[in-house]
């Protein structure tokens, strides 16, 4: 299959500049877009850890989608221990660290099965080849996403092709995928929480996705 890979500017969407969000698409001979990721990427470094950085995040924005990652398994600029270990991370506290949140990944029907969403993401990885880790909350686009919702035209025809509320794609299937491309399961404990979660959490390391996909 002939596809290409396409990296949007990253964009500064809040009010820190390590902060950052980004729309990565897959596009077949033709141009068209089959797949799309679209991610954010935050630094943290020695001054401004884990812990600093969401109490930066809680007050600006009020709520973030990094709360979880980095209250629970962050110390300092890194994973947890427990986590580095699983995914043959190498600790470093004296250099920042980046880390990725998957926000969102599809391929369009027709390409499915394919392969796609494996490149799509090992092309993510190599693109920041330092980054530590990639956080992925699985949960069904359709639970989450509107096609008529978006303001960008080229996305929300792309989004109305997935036909989100009636896609065959669900939780089992997600964690499948995750876990064939190097992701392991992150288990929450259940007291640490006002209520149960929506999604299920997933998190790999460049070294664990490049030994799925070699």
Same mark, same amino acid.
């Given at each position: 299959?002939? #596809?290409?890979?396409?990296?949007?500017?990253?964009?500064?969407?809040?009010?820190?500049?390590?902060?950052?969000?980004?729309? #990565?698409? @897959?596009?077949?001979?033709?141009?068209? #877009?089959?797949?799309?990721?679209?991610?954010? %990427?935050?630094? %943290?470094?020695k001054h401004r850890d884990a812990n600093k950085s969401y109490e930066m995040l809680e007050q600006q924005q009020g709520s973030t989608d990094w709360e979880i990652p980095l209250n629970l398994f962050f110390k300092g600029q890194n994973?947890?221990?427990?986590?580095?270990?699983?995914l043959t991370v190498t600790a470093d506290n004296k250099k920042a660290k980046t880390?990725?949140? %998957?926000?969102?990944?599809?391929?369009?029907?027709?390409?499915?099965?394919?392969? @796609?969403?494996?490149y799509l993401l090992t092309e993510i990885m190599k693109h920041y080849n330092k980054a530590q880790s990639v956080t992925a909350f699985s949960?069904?686009?359709? /639970?989450? @996403?509107?096609?008529?919702?978006?303001?960008?035209? /080229?996305?929300? %025809?792309?989004?109305?092709?997935? /036909?989100?509320?009636?896609?065959? #794609?669900?939780?089992v299937s997600l964690a499948q995928f995750f876990k064939q491309v190097g992701f392991i399961e992150y288990n929450v404990d259940d007291s640490l929480l006002a209520e149960p979660l929506a999604f299920n959490i997933f998190v790999a390391s460049q070294s664990t996705i490049a030994h799925h996909t070699d």
């Amino acid at each position: 299959m002939n #596809v290409s890979i396409e990296f949007k500017k990253p964009e500064i969407t809040t009010a820190f500049d390590w902060q950052l969000s980004q729309e #990565v698409n @897959v596009k077949n001979e033709k141009g068209m #877009v089959i797949a799309k990721a679209e991610i954010e %990427l935050i630094t %943290l470094n020695k001054h401004r850890d884990a812990n600093k950085s969401y109490e930066m995040l809680e007050q600006q924005q009020g709520s973030t989608d990094w709360e979880i990652p980095l209250n629970l398994f962050f110390k300092g600029q890194n994973l947890a221990q427990n986590l580095c270990e699983a995914l043959t991370v190498t600790a470093d506290n004296k250099k920042a660290k980046t880390h990725i949140m %998957l926000e969102a990944i599809s391929v369009i029907p027709d390409y499915r099965n394919q392969g @796609v969403a494996k490149y799509l993401l090992t092309e993510i990885m190599k693109h920041y080849n330092k980054a530590q880790s990639v956080t992925a909350f699985s949960m069904p686009l359709g /639970d989450f @996403v509107d096609a008529d919702d978006c303001e960008d035209e /080229d996305n929300k %025809l792309y989004y109305q092709q997935l /036909d989100l509320q009636s896609d065959a #794609v669900n939780q089992v299937s997600l964690a499948q995928f995750f876990k064939q491309v190097g992701f392991i399961e992150y288990n929450v404990d259940d007291s640490l929480l006002a209520e149960p979660l929506a999604f299920n959490i997933f998190v790999a390391s460049q070294s664990t996705i490049a030994h799925h996909t070699d």
